[in-house]
């Protein structure tokens, strides 16, 4: 797509934006019209020209000079141009106003050795004298090409050289005055000009030396008769005017020697260097005129602009500022640079802060990949394109809308940054309590073996090391904000929070496994011990070997101390476990405190079930037919009519019968109470939470606000279970007697 320019009103406006074509464009631009009026197609036209981005690479030349002297036909002569012409029959001023053309010459045969970029400026034929009336356009179009051009032309006949009260020594008193105002204002602002004399229908009987002679006395006596400033009234007309000379032979006589002289003549509008040396005059007729230090300084995109602030401030009779002019260019232009290079910039970070917030918006935490370096290339792309365009104004200027633009943009960077540094957080949060989940899950099944504590630290690293590195590559070097300290130590101290919550889990995880281990532990030795009242010769017969006489009377010992033996292995590997992933006491101690609780109800539970009453009938049973049915040797009786069925069956279940008060209340017999189950599990430990309690039932005599007692605690069987269990188990002991009875009788009979 084509550049687009600045209209003044700073829209962009492509070339026919108002209309304007390359056909409304062919005699060039009418800068100021006959109305006085600044033309806005001025950008467009530089813009068609190609001028508009090359900038400080361009020269503006103006010329002057009275009415009819032949300006306009030496302008399209030397530089092709199309500026109107007054014809021969008709006498009367063809152009209007002031008009601009680019050298059209330039790349052809005709514009060999010239500078790129020129363009001229036709002055309206300013004549106040002929016209009359109009002196004030004379001054005013004078002081227009003064302040933008580095060459002012002055175009006259030979035989108006020497007439000192001529209509050019006029227009040039008006030039002196003219400048030394603006110097007057600011003399930085105000380069050199050089006044180039192109002397018209030469004949060649005076010397062009003899005429640059006259015209410099003229100059001269003009300069000493202006009222100068004071503090300037010493000051030298060559220290603001260079002064070049040249004379053409007449176009109709000889217009061969013409177009040849002018041919030369156009040659010299090359680009030069300042010499010091030169004081004033440029003598050599060869010698290049355009200096470095006659350049106006006003990028060629700001031209346009610049040319309208100065216009209007001359029309509306204004002081001339030319640094005020400069500055408020600088503003305008730094500010719609600043725009333009922000449009490729938005178009790689427009999208990636709108991916961003709807991330947020939708609770997602993806980062952004390579943001770093997408952030770091659009942002010097952009601040080497604003340095590229603006630098060139002034420098002040430049320096404030540069700190603008570099704070505007590095305020949006950096919010990315931090979205990126939050998304990332989030992210490796959450990475990392799956990973160690995950490397969990792999431990147990491969038995539960694994080291949580080093699970986590391994885990914790590769999140700060991810957290770094995605830290590093969303930074853009040397930038204040580049910096990420802060959020990785929140990140580290957020990480240590999880990792606490990590450990709970595990802690959890822990007791259960725990408990469970406690709790099949029991099962099998508590149903041992249960198993064992079915042999009725618990407490008569033998002890197997290396096995202490199991006693019916010390159960409840027995398996009191089964239960304490079980749980206080289970404390013992809890502690070490929970100690080797950095527990701390007082999570163990609450553990501990929790699984001895827990524990109490599965050996509750353990009991429970065996004290089911069926199990019970059943195991009174099989311990009274143990009694009954088998002699001292364990060795079965045959019944004989002369055994003493009876006096054995009532021994036999009345010892059974012994067993159910036993069994009814948790009782040592060591100390003929219940075992000391509060002294055991102890006092709750101070730190228990609420959630640490929920899932504990209370236990009588243990939790004093339950309102029940350790011996209710104990107590398995109640009374009225006890006397019914007693009346069942006569029933049953009754019918084994029943059937002893007639096995004796019936062994009798055969
Ligand atoms: P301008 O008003 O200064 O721009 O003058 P123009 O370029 O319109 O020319 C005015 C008249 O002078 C025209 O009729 C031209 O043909 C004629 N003219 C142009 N150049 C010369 C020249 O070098 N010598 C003479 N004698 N006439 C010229
Ligand atoms: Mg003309």
């Known amino acids: 797509t084509a550049p687009s320019v600045m209209t003044m009103n700073g829209h962009f406006a492509g070339v026919g934006e108002n209309g304007t074509s390359a056909e409304d464009f062919e005699h060039g631009v009418q800068i100021i019209d006959s109305e006085k009026i600044f033309n806005e197609n001025l950008g467009a036209y530089l813009q068609q020209e190609r001028i508009i ?47 601009m053309s680019r050298n059209k010459n330039e790349g052809g045969e005709k514009g060999k050795g ?50 000192y009260q001529g209509a050019n020594m006029g227009l040039l008193k008006t030039v002196f005055e003219v400048n030394l105002q603006l110097f007057l204002k600011d003399a930085k602002s105000v380069p050199r000009s050089l006044l180039f ?23 001269q006596k003009i300069w000493s008769g202006l009222s100068k400033p004071t503090g300037m009234d010493k000051a030298k007309i060559e220290d603001y005017f260079d002064f070049a000379f040249v004379a053409l032979p007449h176009k109709i006589l000889q217009p061969e020697k013409f177009e ?30 355009l200096l470095p230090e006659y350049h106006r300084r006003i990028p060629a995109d700001g031209f346009p602009m610049y040319a309208r602030g100065i216009w209007e401030q001359i029309d509306s009779n204004k002081d001339l500022d030319l640094p005020t002019q400069q500055e408020l260019l600088a503003q305008f232009r730094c500010d719609e640079i600043s725009k333009e290079v922000l449009v490729p910039f938005d178009e790689v970070i427009a999208p990636l802060e709108e991916q961003q917030s709807q991330a947020v918006a939708a609770g997602t935490s993806s980062t952004i990949a390579q ?41 949006r960077l950096k919010a990315l940054f931090q979205g990126q540094m939050t998304a990332a957080h989030k992210s490796g949060l959450n990475d990392f309590s799956e990973a160690v989940t995950q490397a969990v899950k792999t431990g147990q099944k491969k038995g539960g073996n694994y080291d949580f504590h080093k699970i986590v630290q391994t885990e914790k690293d590769k999140a700060l090391k991810r957290f770094e590195a995605e830290a590093q590559g969303s930074l853009v070097s ?59 010769r618990g407490g008569s017969g033998a002890p197997a070997e290396g096995q202490k006489p199991a006693t019916e009377r010390d159960l409840w010992d027995r398996i009191w101390s089964v239960f304490t033996d079980t749980v206080s292995h289970a404390e013992s590997r809890f502690t070490d476990r929970a100690r080797s992933f950095d527990a701390s006491p007082d999570e163990v101690e609450v553990g501990l405190w929790r699984l001895r609780r827990k524990s109490w109800a599965a050996l509750r539970s353990k009991i429970d079930e065996e004290m089911m009453e069926g199990n019970l009938l059943l195991k009174l049973r099989e311990n009274f037919e143990d009694k009954f049915r088998y002699d001292d040797e364990g060795v079965p009786r045959i019944w004989r009519p002369t055994d003493d069925i009876e006096g054995l069956y009532t021994r036999a279940r009345e010892s059974t019968l012994e067993l159910i008060p036993l069994l009814s209340h948790f009782k040592l017999a060591r100390t003929s109470s219940p ?23 209370p236990i009588g005599g243990v939790d004093d606000d339950e309102g029940k007692t350790l011996a209710e605690e104990m107590t398995l069987l109640s009374d009225a279970k006890t006397s019914d269990l007693s009346t069942r188990f006569r029933k049953t002991a009754d019918g084994v007697y029943v059937e002893a009875k007639r096995s004796a009788i019936g062994g009798v009979t055969q």
């Open 114 to 163: 010239m500078a790129e970029n020129i363009l001229v400026m036709d002055v309206e034929g300013t004549d106040g004298r002929e016209r009359g009336e109009d002196q004030d356009f004379e001054r005013k179009s004078a002081l227009f090409a003064l302040a933008t051009s580095e060459v002012l032309i002055v175009n006259i006949w030979e035989h108006q050289v020497g007439l």
């Open 371 to 411: 943001l770093g370096k997408v952030m770091a290339t659009a942002r010097s792309a952009l601040l080497a394109a604003f340095e590229e365009e603006a630098s060139r104004y002034h420098k002040g200027v430049f320096k404030r809308k540069q700190a603008e633009l570099e704070t505007k943009v590095d305020g």
């Open 478 to 536: 040397g930038t204040p904000w580049s910096d990420y300290k802060s959020q990785m130590n929140l990140f580290r101290k957020e990480l240590d929070e999880v990792s606490g919550r990590l450990r709970k889990e595990e802690m959890r995880r822990l007791a259960n496994r725990s408990e469970r281990w406690v709790r099949a532990k029991l099962d099998e030795s508590v149903g041992l011990e249960f198993n064992k009242l079915g042999s009725g």
């Open 260 to 289: 040849q002289e002018v041919h030369r003549l156009g040659t010299r509008f090359r680009e030069g260097y300042n010499d010091p040396k030169r004081k004033g005059l440029v003598d050599e007729q060869s010698e290049p005129i």
């Open 675 to 697: 075992p000391p189950l509060d002294a055991w599990i102890g006092e709750a430990p101070p730190n228990v939470t609420a959630a640490d309690e929920e899932d504990l039932s």
């Open 197 to 219: 004399f192109v002397i018209r229908d030469h004949l060649g009987t005076t010397p062009l030396n003899n005429l640059k002679q006259t015209l410099i006395q003229d100059l």
């Open 53 to 99: 981005r090359s900038g400080f690479n361009y020269h503006l030349i103006s010329v002057f000079g009275s009415q009819s002297t032949g300006k306009s036909t030496l302008l399209n002569y030397l530089f092709g141009t199309r500026f109107g012409v007054m014809s021969e029959q008709e006498r009367r001023q063809t152009t209007k106003g002031i008009w």
